[in-house]
């Protein structure tokens, strides 16, 4: 005789320790949706206390979670950024009262205080140090005393230290790592760095970190020789981010390429066909012509960004030929100088997955009818898929910002069935989609969704049954098809 039971029914700890092995709000929240009870138990306690992100001046707040390890045990990611503490949650979670002693300059006391609270932070796996102040001395060493190996480390901005001797020490203590990125463009007060750039090639002869899939280095200089043997021991990179194109071979398995130095074309073109995401600071005068020969490789590509530039009609008008799956597109367009609004619709016309486009700059000082509206208007005529466009304000100085919401609009039919720009409104929960700092993130996880879709699809089930394509295909549906056809095939 079987009996079934609620998981409700288990006792707390036996829960507690169910609901913590959960790492994702995402699956967190969706338990939590599913009924009251595990909402009441999830909502805040589990939610609000996955990641924890901490002032440099507010390091004190470490010492004060002390007695509460319950809440220390859930943690997963710990931040060291230039954004305040989230008091209110704190203060929601009854852990500690607002006092005027949080405030204090002991950043430099973080790796002792760490130390001390290492042992509760049972669930450790992601350390980011984000602020302009510099990286404390020994914090590293400290960290490596983790319950759990660390598999995320964010380290930018100034680094107070060697930084051959750091990514030596990083590749000793960490060796499950699965992202590591590596920033020092900017010093303390924000500015770039200049002057001597380190050499962290020996370093980087050595590293092997078998998990890893995603690796940035900004700010220092690797030989190509040791790059490439670098790549080579690590096949399963994602994302990858560096400070200027070098002449390797990169992973297969690469999506994400980030080149902060776009001068000139130093890469193998056959290592970069299965790109689904480029992300180029792009030199005024020099780097449209390496970035044209760039495109030409990368015919799976479905977002680009470029900066630094505007982008001539001799580069946009190859789009079409070479970016046919392109669905997203950052890269500031002013209407004059060679692109006209007719070419430009002629383009958009020619990307028929082209949702959101960032940045058009419209010319009202020698056609006082190219309005925002009148861009957004002919533009969504010609195109069947665009539904999102970023405009600057006509007639204005302004510095153009996609990355906000200023200057987004929807595109919609009035009641007289013409093409109108509706303002995005922060408060739409679909909003967030449209800003060009979460693109690569929602790229990148709706890739292993596909991956995981894919090896569903071709298992035999003869309960599953896959629908046949019709005409008319969702937005949704399309998408999908698309991605899939930019899958490499095997």
């Given at each position: 005789m079987t009996t079934s039971g609620n998981i409700l029914d288990l006792p707390p700890e036996l829960l507690e320790d169910v609901l913590s092995q959960l790492d994702s709000t995402s699956d967190l929240l969706h338990l939590a949706l599913s009924c009251k009870a595990f909402s009441q138990l999830i909502i805040p306690h589990h939610i609000y206390t996955r990641s924890l992100d901490v002032h440099p001046r507010q390091v004190a707040i470490l010492s004060l979670l002390t007695n509460v390890p319950l809440y220390n045990s859930r943690i997963r990611t710990i931040r060291i950024t230039d954004s305040s503490i989230k008091y209110n949650v704190l203060k929601n979670l009854g852990i500690l009262k607002l006092t005027n002693q949080l405030e204090s300059n002991r950043a430099e006391e973080l790796p002792a205080i760490l130390a001390a609270m290492l042992p509760q932070f049972t669930h450790l796996t992601k350390f980011a140090w984000t602020a302009h102040i510099a990286l404390p001395a020994g914090l590293i060493y400290t960290l490596k005393d983790s319950p759990q190996p660390l598999t995320e480390l964010d380290i930018q901005y100034h680094l107070n230290t060697d930084h051959a001797e750091l990514l030596s020490h990083i590749a000793e203590y960490f060796p499950?790592?699965?992202?590591?990125?590596?920033?020092?463009?900017?010093?303390?007060?924000g500015t770039v760095v200049t002057g001597h750039i380190p050499d962290v090639s020996t370093p980087i002869r050595s590293a092997n970190w078998p998990d890893l899939t995603s690796f940035t280095l900004f700010g220092f200089f690797?030989?190509?020789?040791?790059?490439?043997?670098?790549?080579?021991?690590?096949?399963?990179?994602?994302?990858?981010?560096?400070?200027?194109?070098?002449?390797?071979?990169?992973?297969?398995?690469?999506?994400?390429?980030?080149?902060?130095?776009?001068?000139?074309?130093?890469?193998?073109?056959?290592?970069?066909?299965?790109?689904?995401y480029a992300n180029m600071s792009i030199d005024p005068w020099s780097g449209g012509v390496a970035l044209k020969k760039f495109i030409r490789q990368m015919r799976n590509l479905s977002v680009l960004e470029c900066h630094g530039a505007v982008i001539s009609w001799d580069l946009l008008k190859t789009f079409p030929a070479y970016l046919p799956l392109l669905t997203k597109l950052n890269f500031l367009v002013k209407i004059g100088a060679g692109i006209?609004?007719?070419?430009?619709?002629?383009?958009?016309?020619?990307?028929?997955?082209?949702?959101?486009?960032?940045?058009?700059?419209?010319?009202?000082?020698?056609?006082?009818?190219?309005?925002?509206?009148?861009?957004?208007?002919?533009?969504?005529?010609?195109?069947?898929?665009?539904?999102?466009?970023?405009?600057?304000?006509?007639?204005?100085?302004?510095?153009?910002?996609?990355?906000?919401?200023?200057?987004?609009?929807?595109?919609?039919?009035?009641?007289?069935?013409?093409?109108?720009?509706?303002?995005?409104?922060?408060?739409?929960?679909?909003?967030?989609?449209v800003l060009v700092s979460h693109w690569e993130e929602e790229l990148m996880a709706s890739g292993r969704a596909l991956e995981n879709e894919s090896l569903l699809a071709t298992a035999p089930s003869p309960s599953v049954r896959t629908p046949k394509n019709t005409s008319k295909t969702s937005n949704a549906h399309k998408t999908t098809d698309i991605a899939k056809a930019a899958k490499p095939s095997r």
């Open positions: 499950r790592l699965r992202s590591l990125t590596l920033n020092r463009r900017y010093d303390t007060s690797v030989v190509d020789a040791a790059l490439e043997g670098f790549l080579r021991r690590h096949p399963k990179i994602e994302r990858l981010g560096m400070d200027r194109v070098q002449n390797v071979a990169y992973p297969s398995a690469l999506l994400s390429l980030t080149i902060r130095d776009f001068v000139t074309l130093g890469i193998r073109p056959t290592s970069i066909q299965n790109l689904r006209t609004v007719e070419r430009l619709c002629s383009t958009v016309n020619g990307l028929p997955n082209l949702t959101h486009f960032a940045s058009v700059v419209p010319n009202t000082e020698e056609r006082p009818q190219h309005t925002v509206a009148y861009v957004i208007n002919k533009l969504a005529q010609r195109s069947k898929s665009l539904k999102y466009i970023h405009v600057g304000p006509d007639g204005r100085d302004h510095r153009l910002k996609p990355h906000i919401y200023r200057d987004w609009y929807k595109i919609q039919r009035d009641t007289e069935g013409e093409f109108v720009g509706v303002p995005v409104d922060p408060a739409d929960p679909a909003a967030r989609g």
